[in-house]
């Protein structure tokens, strides 16, 4: 990773995105893969898209997206604490202790979940939930609090940021799947600056409103309608402890993209996936997904004319908590199995299984 590389890493990553409030982060996503790109398109909900050779008939997508999950105010009490709910899957068993951002109209407010010291609360009946977990800014009243601009639907970000573990792991909050974003973003400059030449038109995506139900993906896939797309997010390392390998598969951070087996993956486009991985001598594991993968894979595979779509995740420790942690080496495979694949494609490639 060079420099260029790392100070966008580290300026999008640590830029807050949370679901529904994702345009900073776009602004700076977009700011970067503009030179290597014809043209963008943005839609009314915020996801941006990077085109090359927008004129071309057969269009080949490859997605991320932009948001983290966050938290909204739902209720100031009259001594000033404020109550959560969750936007996205925000984990409330982590919240006690963590700093955080609330973001107004007035700018960034700090504070902190609050909780009661470990010889004053009895331990079962006082464990984290949505009824007690509570923000302290400093505010005596509920007055003070709105006076800062602070409301319910105020949208609140954890306030972790990026860092390197043992010269081997990015750990930070939302690398899911900003993560991703940047991912998609490096394939893009490589293309450029290899002056590779598409036979297709390229949809790099960056979508929002994944983590409440793939909204942005839906949205965008309408519109392009695109005839494949390559999906990039994270994917649990289940060789963490407390992981269930019978229930969760054999995944770790490290050893390489993992690929998915689903009903919602396209075989085809999933086996060349595989082929591109083994003859450039690209590290792969395999996962698999019984129903759906929870994915924006699944918002561009069940559109309304079915698009050919492959998942290709990253490694991921810690899933919705303030230290997400992937292997440095697994980002640039990634990187590199998206940008062979893409090398590897031909305008106009049938995917059906039966012709």
């Known amino acids: 990773m060079d ?5 966008f890493l580290y300026k999008y990553l640590n830029n807050p995105s949370p679901t529904g409030f994702e345009t900073s982060g776009q602004r700076i ?25 927008p004129d071309a008939p057969y269009k080949v997508v490859i997605e991320a997206h932009a948001d983290e999950i966050s938290w909204f105010v739902n209720y100031i009490d009259d001594k000033g ?30 504070g902190v ?20 977990i509570f923000i302290d800014i400093g505010a005596s009243s509920r007055d003070e609090v709105e006076q800062l601009g602070i409301h319910p639907g105020t ?76 999906v990039t997010d994270v ?23 993992a690929l998915s087996y689903a009903p919602a993956v396209q075989n085809n486009l999933r086996d060349l996936i595989i082929d591109v991985a083994e003859k450039n001598s690209i590290p792969f594991q395999r996962r698999a997904s019984s129903r759906s993968t929870g994915t924006d894979t699944d918002a561009f595979a069940y559109s309304a004319e079915g698009v050919a779509s492959a998942l290709i995740s990253l490694p991921l420790k810690y899933m919705h908590t ?19 694949t893409l090398k590897t494609l031909e305008a ?8």
């Open 3 to 7: 420099k260029q590389s790392k100070e």
């Open 29 to 53: 996503w977009l700011d970067y893969i503009t030179p290597y790109i014809d043209t963008y398109i943005s839609d009314t909900y915020g996801t941006v898209v990077g085109v090359v050779n």
């Open 235 to 257: 994917t649990h390392d289940t060789n963490a402890p407390m992981y269930e390998k019978k229930d969760s598969g054999d995944i770790s951070a490290g050893m390489g993209p």
């Open 155 to 230: 949208v609140i970000t954890f306030q972790d940021e990026l860092f390197e573990l043992n010269e081997k792991y990015l750990v930070g909050r939302a690398l899911d799947n900003r993560m991703g974003g940047f991912m998609i973003a490096e394939v893009a400059r490589r293309l450029s600056e290899q002056k590779v030449k598409l036979p297709f038109g390229l949809y790099i995506v960056n979508a929002v409103q994944e983590e409440i139900g793939l909204r942005g993906a839906e949205m965008i896939c309408r519109r392009i309608k695109p005839d494949v797309a390559i």
């Open 348 to 355: 106009g490639q049938d995917f059906r299984y039966i012709k």
């Open 322 to 340: 303030t230290v997400e942690m992937v292997a440095k080496q697994d980002v640039e495979q990634v990187i590199q199995l998206i940008f062979e």
């Open 81 to 110: 604490y404020i109550y959560v709910i969750r936007n996205g899957g925000s984990d409330h068993q982590i919240a006690p202790s963590m700093r955080v951002n609330l973001f107004t109209k007035k700018g960034i407010v700090k």
């Open 113 to 132: 979940f609050g909780w009661p010291a470990i010889h004053v609360r009895k331990q079962k009946e006082d464990a984290p939930s949505l009824k007690n």
